[in-house]
């Protein structure tokens, strides 16, 4: 029984509230049927109507481990969701703000969805009697709560923050693929604003986790979602670098990463070497900060090495098919994995797609499989042979790549074909019998 299923049936003993979740991506979602499990009457709302249909049908628009379940046992109860954004501010005490973020070039964020439902909840809020409180969720650089978010509410509701509303930044920490038990076992909720009777209304919806929760400036919030990526980027990023000395001096980097991982200070976490990470936010998060720090006239040397080793990993993968292969061009390369990590159907920044690209541009044959991730890339490249299963696209091929750490593709059977792993799927003892690592 998943971690979450224990608030079944219990009785819950805080205030429930009244919340509004603004955006049904990946955040808002999870937020919104999480809030609702813990037994808050929840409206979320988007501007997409299919979305928004498909949720009040209590089907999950994303793949998430529990999250049809959860919809199920909260949509019709104490959940629904809908495209219209006055009734629900004007029904509920908070509003979670979890609209995207998306990146520009050179890493700079955009912020006019931000923009948008500031004004429009601003608007709204002119006609609220009772004070209202906005909780910025989204990921956010530090600085645009105050430069951004306030004065848009402010100017269009023409009232003040902290006298007639209220504001909090409460940076998410959530993992695809566990954001469920993520949500429901946080290692600690951030609540940043310098207003305290906003903060206040704020931890009372958390107040059941056990957690600390730590109160910060607006500012801080912001820069802990930014600088807790970016340490869990540069774990990743310095594992490679150390797992492309360790292959070139036959050591085994799992090993080192063990030895290391066993350190309390190091921790064993996020010391898995591969084809380097990928996914909605480290890319992004990591490449935002730099962009920050440069127009603040601070060059970020760390930052930039863990984005570097993090795009040559793929060419790594690259170089070593090419020399078992002697060459691309007319081969027969299987790709097992698409999605950026396993668990998930998002292919956001997914390595795999890189490689995928290289080997196109090589004129090389692709059989491809994932188990979640096709029908995003089909899209991308439709003329691609995509395959009913793994076992064919390894019975198809002369090379097999493994992209992503499903489960499923431990267990196939690869006879003496060449295995390259970027994603470090097998136990020492259970690897195949033609088998390279990316880093070991
Ligand atoms: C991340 C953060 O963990 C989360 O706190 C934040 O809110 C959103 O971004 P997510 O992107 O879902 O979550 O995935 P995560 O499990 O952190 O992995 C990110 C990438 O790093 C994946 O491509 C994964 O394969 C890779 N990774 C992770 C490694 O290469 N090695 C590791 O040891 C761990």
Redesign the pocket.
Same mark, same amino acid.
């Given at each position: 029984m998943a971690d979450y299923e224990k608030y079944k049936n219990k009785e819950r003993k805080t205030n429930h509230m009244n919340i509004s979740i603004s955006g049904t991506g990946y955040v808002g979602l999870i937020q919104g049927v999480g809030l609702a499990k813990l037994g808050n009457k929840v409206i979320c709302i988007d501007i997409d109507n299919e979305k928004v249909q498909k949720i009040n049908r209590k089907e999950a628009p994303i793949y998430e481990k529990g999250l049809s379940a959860l919809l199920k046992q909260t949509v019709g109860k104490n959940l629904k969701a809908t495209t219209n954004l006055k009734k629900a501010i004007l029904s509920t005490n908070i509003t979670f703000v979890c609209v995207g973020t998306p990146s520009m070039v050179y890493g700079r964020i955009k912020l006019h969805e931000m923009e948008r439902i500031c004004h429009d909840v601003g608007e709204i809020l002119k006609e609220k009697k009772t004070k209202h409180v906005v909780v910025i969720k989204s990921t956010v650089l530090p600085g645009t709560t105050e430069s951004t978010v306030i004065p848009n509410l402010e100017n269009a509701s023409g009232k003040k923050f902290g006298k007639d509303f209220g504001v909090v930044m409460n940076p +998410?920490? $959530?993992? +695809?693929?566990s =954001?469920l038990e993520?949500f429901f076992h946080p290692d600690r909720i951030v609540l940043g604003s310098s207003d305290p009777r906003s903060i206040a209304a704020v931890k009372q919806i958390y107040s059941k986790f056990k957690c600390p929760i730590i109160e910060t400036k607006f500012k801080e919030a912001e820069m802990i979602?930014y600088a =807790?990526?970016s340490m $869990?980027?540069t774990?990743?990023s310095f594992?490679n670098e150390v797992g492309n000395i360790c292959k070139r001096m036959g050591i085994d980097t799992n090993t080192v990463a063990r030895g290391i991982g066993l350190d309390y200070r190091i921790g064993p976490? %996020? $010391?898995?070497? &591969?084809? &380097? %990470? &990928?996914?909605?936010? %480290?890319p992004k998060d990591v490449l935002a900060l730099v962009h920050k720090s440069l127009e603040l006239g601070y060059h970020p040397r760390i930052l930039r090495a863990v984005l570097d080793v993090n795009k040559d990993q793929p060419l790594r993968f690259l170089d070593l098919v090419e020399e078992s292969l002697g060459g691309l061009k007319g081969k027969r390369i299987a790709i097992l994995g698409l999605t %950026?990590?396993a668990g998930?159907d998002d292919v956001r920044e997914? =390595?795999s797609l890189s490689i995928i690209k290289e080997f196109i541009m090589q004129q090389a044959k692709l059989y491809i499989y994932d188990p979640m991730g096709m029908p995003p890339v089909k899209t991308l490249f439709p003329h691609l042979n995509y395959m009913k299963n793994a076992q064919e696209a390894v019975d198809q091929s002369e090379i097999v790549c493994i992209l992503t +750490?499903w489960p499923e593709f431990k267990a196939l059977n690869y006879g003496t074909k060449m295995v390259i792993d970027g994603?470090n799927i097998f136990d020492s003892d259970r690897r195949p019998q033609n088998y390279q690592g990316i880093c070991w």
């Open positions: +998410e920490f $959530l993992r +695809e693929g =954001a993520d979602k =807790a990526n $869990l980027a774990k990743i594992i976490q %996020f $010391l898995v070497s &591969g084809i &380097g %990470f &990928g996914g909605s936010c %480290f %950026f990590k998930t997914s =390595a +750490e994603k």
